[in-house]
Every structure is written in structure tokens, then in C-alpha cells.
């Protein structure tokens, strides 16, 4: 009777655990979906990221070939570009 018991408890704590280790089966196709709209995503806010940088640095451009006030003097001069080389 002992040994059926232990049995019984053996092979129940088995197949518990044998469910609780067992992997999700995934669909192939779902995954590569999944990575293609990771994809597609990061794309597009490389292409946000790259526009906005790119309009900052001309914004910055213009403002700098049309002069700059030195804020490290007391005096609030304005210098262009040509003057410093």
C-alpha cells in the first residue's frame, strides 16, 4: 500500500512538473511578423530621429553664419563667422 502511495505521488509531482517546464509551441510565422513590426517601428523613428537632427543642425547653421553674441564677455558683441578665422 506505501509503495503504491509513493507511486501515485511520484509520477502526479512528475507530471506537474513536466507542465510547468514544457515550452509554448510558437507559430513560426507569428515571430517573424512580430520582428518584421520591430523592424518596422525602429525604421521609422530612425527616420523621425534622423529629420529632426538634421533640421536642428541647419537651424543652427543659419543661426551661426549670421553671427553669434558671446555670453562669456561683458559685452554683448556680435561676431560672425568670418571674423573668427
Partial sequence: MK????IVVALF???IQSNIHAQ???DKRQISNDLLEKSKR???TA???MGTGSAAFIYGLSGFSRGFVDFA????????FMELH
Avoid at 3 to 6: A, T
Avoid at 73 to 80: A, L, P
Fill in 24 to 26: 509554448e509551441s510558437t
Fill in 73 to 80: 564677455s561683458d559685452e554683448k558683441v556680435h561676431h560672425s
Fill in 13 to 15: 509531482f512528475a507530471t
Fill in 47 to 49: 527616420w523621425i530621429l
Fill in 3 to 6: 509503495v503504491s502511495c509513493i
Fill in 42 to 44: 525602429q525604421k521609422t
